[in-house]
């Protein structure tokens, strides 16, 4: 069985801690910490290009030698408002104390030093519906190819309503083929509402090669080396996830599944 499910090492602290080395691949890093007020999290950038994502909650960000001030605003995920962002190259360093208690997602990717530290948000974020009937679905994109903001990350998050499909038709980006497809790897890092809930994602390969289904949990990681993604919240649970992608070129090209291509056709 592939290991792909990761789930928090605690409930303070930095709880995610998944680097290219542990995942098994070259690209993708994601790490999340929940902090209580007073708490400091820390970090060098090193090579990589970090976006961070205020999930919830309020700190006071010291990044790439620049006083943020307080970032957050959002309370609760739920709230579906656009999130902080703050974009950082590599060779930085960041420092957030917590201001309330908070939950801080640090995505990472190679950096080439191709842009200066910024927000990425929540100006310039607004929430865009995607899909129709029980596809439905909502999306805050933070750091997707429309925004030229970074060298390698794409990053977005999106809300899937109680019985609803997501990252659905099924799809994959796992060949280095532009423009026709792009090999870029993913990380999930999910919410479910109520928090005692659950969600499923499925992870599989054409050939049967890579074929795992999950029951994922409130603040489980999900990792997408190759192949589809497909994701579904059950009736009465919300479901939110974080998605942080990248690979040799930062562009977002998909092949569906063949035996889904016929849902895009009838609905256009």
């Known amino acids: 069985m592939a290991n792909l499910l990761k789930k928090p090492t605690g409930a303070h602290g930095k709880i995610h801690h998944i680097t290219p080395e542990i995942a098994g691949w070259s690209y993708v890093g994601f790490g999340l910490y929940h902090l209580r007020a007073g708490d400091v999290a820390e970090e060098d950038c090193g090579n990589n290009e970090v976006i961070i994502v205020m999930v919830e909650g ?16 959002r309370m609760r995920v739920w709230e579906r408002t656009p999130p902080h962002a703050v974009y950082m190259p590599n060779g930085a360093s960041w420092r957030a104390e ?9 995505c990472s990717a190679p950096g080439k030093g191709g842009h ?6 929540p100006d310039g974020i607004s929430l865009e519906v995607r899909g129709k009937g029980n596809n439905t679905r909502y999306i805050n ?3 997707m190819e429309g925004r030229n903001v970074a060298d390698s990350l794409l990053v977005t998050e999106v809300f899937t309503p109680n019985g609803h499909w997501s990252s659905f038709p099924s799809h994959r980006h796992d060949e280095d083929q532009f423009p026709d497809i792009t090999y870029l790897e993913e990380t999930y890092y999910h919410r479910i509402a109520p928090a005692d809930g659950f969600g499923i994602q499925r992870v599989y390969t054409e050939d049967g090669g890579l074929d795992e289904t999950m029951a994922v949990k409130d603040h489980d990681v999900v990792l997408v080396p190759k192949g589809h993604h497909p994701c579904a919240a059950p009736y009465g649970f919300e479901m939110y996830y974080l998605n942080v992608m990248a690979g040799p070129l930062r562009k977002w090209r998909f092949k569906l599944d063949p035996a889904v291509e016929w849902l895009v056709e009838r609905d256009g």
Do not use: F, P, S, Y
């Open 58 to 73: 309020k700190a006071h960000l010291h990044a790439a030698e620049q006083d943020w001030g307080e970032i957050g605003e």
């Open 141 to 143: 994109n933070i750091a």
């Open 98 to 106: 917590a201001t309330t208690d908070c939950v801080i997602a640090v």
């Open 116 to 121: 200066e530290a910024q927000r990425l948000g």
